[in-house]
């Protein structure tokens, strides 16, 4: 349907009906670049999220959990998506925004020019109206006089009073005014015909051709319209399988959490090695009392007989002090509560045996890798001299021995640190712990007295525990030492500071050197004190003092110790 042909006579309105359109195309232009500049923030939000929450620790520092891997996983997939949604908006930016505004542009000179030419061509058509309008009245005008003329030249001829001249002057008045009157009706006719033939060019021709023109310009306004809208769902359509694929990410990352796994993790990761304490005794404090009639058993045997029978069955049962076994069992409850924290050394001793195996693994590995580094370093500065050796004009070969000399220094360092790690690593792997060693002994060695356990981790802040004093019995398995492992403990000129005190519990030769000789119960009164300077590191062994000044390593098996109140960490080993 034609716009000339249907509205032609409605030009008003569609220069109305024009404009409307582009401001249309430019309120949805509007639109597109606030839609772009929402998925600009979303994409810029969305990347300091995941910067927020992406670790900024180490590698090494980074926890090993499924849970923790998964979710860094999908903070990756997150940032992926972020990236599409910045895609969606430059697409938007270019294809959508930018090519409306400027079509917009387009679509104002084209309409601009259409509304001229119509102006144009009825401005001229009024024109043409107005000289046929006063050629009319001319023409009116002029037959209002010619009949005036002839009224006044008929009453002139019938008056016989009127002279001849009189009526000659009338007539030719007459004649003068219907001559104008025929030249101006010929004049009108003209006109007439003229602005007939105008109009008609006018509303056949002019105005269906811009009206037709206007029309396309609307029509192509329309389908840039509806390719925008598809363009603009294409932009989606296009991020749509990357996407996908970044949720696809996100939920395989899901899938990726295993419970089990994590659980694991976090055995490996605090694994002591140690063996949990064993079972108390029960400690029979009724086997000294007779039995009394009304038990209905008489006991005959003596007091004397009753021992030696004891003897004989299970070897001589230690006496305990119920209140020290209760504070003992508490103590060692310290798995629940806050670790004192040892300080690092470079053999990880202070940690327990497994988590040392591990981290001396890892600085095997860390040291393995940087030897590798320098091997490879060194076997290039090599080819190089060779090549510097066979052409001396690419460069001096002695300028490249410094540098392969101290690379040559390096590895042997870094062998020297492996050996040393490797022999740390070959003690843990090759002994057992001293916990599981300590108790294996008690639970083999029957006239070993089961409540004595190993002294790490035995925590407590009462130092005024009442202790019995044991029978004299033989002790525990002893820690074999090494016969140099003390050589060089008490090189140090100033003493170590105390930092508890000890009773023996059974009685130690001290034949190896660097230990020192305990009599059992030594260490049981003011006079007879003896002082604990060092701590057991793990290997079995407890730097002690006499008041004599006498110094040495003694069996943590074999003493009851009682760490200061005011000394950091203080413990009480039993």
Not at 55 to 68: A, G, L, M, Y
Not at 329 to 335: A, D, F, H, R
Not at 354 to 359: G, L, N, P, T
Not at 546 to 559: F, I
Request: overall charge negative.
């Amino acid at each position: 349907m034609s716009w000339g042909t249907e509205l032609w006579d409605q030009f008003e309105n569609l220069d109305k009906h024009t404009q409307w359109g582009i401001d249309f195309l430019e309120r949805y232009a509007k639109f597109v670049k606030e839609r772009l500049d929402i998925e600009q923030n979303y994409a810029k939000q969305l990347r300091n999220l995941v910067k927020k929450y992406c670790p900024k620790r180490s590698k090494d520092e980074e926890p090993r959990f499924t849970s923790c891997l998964s979710f860094y996983s999908t903070l990756n997939e997150l940032s992926d998506y972020a990236g599409q949604r910045e895609v969606v908006a430059e697409e938007m930016a270019h294809r959508v925004y930018g090519d409306l505004m400027r079509y917009s542009q387009e679509l104002k000179a084209e309409r601009k020019h259409h509304l001229q030419e119509g102006r144009k061509a009825q401005q001229y058509l009024d024109h043409c109206w107005k000289q046929m309008d006063n050629s009319k009245r001319k023409f009116e005008r002029e037959c209002r006089e010619a009949e005036k003329s002839q009224l006044t030249y008929e009453r002139l001829d019938n008056d016989i009073n009127a002279t001849k001249s009189e009526v000659e002057k009338a007539k030719a008045q007459y004649y003068l005014r219907t001559h104008t009157a025929d030249e101006s009706k010929n004049e009108y006719a003209a006109q007439l015909q003229n602005f007939n033939a105008e109009q008609w060019k006018h509303f056949n021709n002019a105005i269906p051709h811009i009206f037709k023109n206007l029309q396309a310009m609307d029509e192509r306004r329309t389908v840039k319209l509806g390719e925008t809208y598809r363009t603009f769902a294409e932009v989606e359509l296009k991020v749509i399988p990357i996407v996908s694929k970044c949720l696809e990410g996100m939920v395989s990352a899901a899938k990726a959490v295993d419970e089990r796994k994590d659980s694991a993790i976090v055995v490996e990761s605090f694994k002591s090695g140690f063996e949990p304490p064993s079972d108390f005794p029960f400690e029979d404090f009724s086997q000294n009392l007779s039995r009394t009639g009304s038990d209905g058993t008489i006991s005959n045997t003596p007091k004397g007989d009753r021992d030696r029978d004891r003897d004989r069955e299970g070897g001589s049962v230690p006496r305990s002090d119920p209140k020290h076994a209760m504070s003992r069992t508490k103590n060692k409850l310290w798995l629940f509560g806050k670790k004192p924290k040892a300080p690092s050394l470079e053999d990880y001793s202070h940690l327990p045996p497994e988590q040392r195996r591990k981290r001396l693994q890892q600085r095997i590995d860390e040291l393995g890798r940087e030897l590798q580094k320098e091997m490879d370093q060194r076997d290039a500065l090599n080819k190089m001299k060779d090549v510097y050796e066979k052409n001396p004009q690419m460069g001096d070969p002695s300028s490249l021995q410094p540098k392969i000399s101290e690379t040559i220094c390096n590895m042997e360092k870094l062998r020297s640190e492996i050996h040393k790690n490797e022999t740390w690593l070959s003690e843990v792997e090759g002994k057992p712990s001293s916990r599981g060693e300590r108790r294996h002994s008690a639970d083999n060695h029957h006239h070993t007295p089961q409540g004595r356990e190993s002294p790490e981790g035995s925590y407590t802040d009462d130092t005024n525990q009442e202790h019995h004093t044991p029978h004299r019995r033989p002790g525990p398995p002893q820690p074999t030492p090494d016969p140099h492992e003390f050589d060089d403990e008490f090189d140090d000129d100033d003493p170590l500071p105390v930092i508890g005190h000890c009773k023996a519990l059974y009685s130690f030769d001290g034949q190896n050197e660097g230990t020192l000789v305990m009599a059992e119960d030594e260490g049981n009164g003011h006079l007879n004190v003896l002082y604990i300077i060092e701590e057991d590191k793990g290997d079995g062994w407890t730097r002690a003092r006499k008041q004599s000044g006498e110094e040495g390593y003694v069996p943590t098996s074999y003493v009851e110790i009682t760490m200061e109140k005011n000394c950091k960490g203080a413990v009480t080993y039993i």
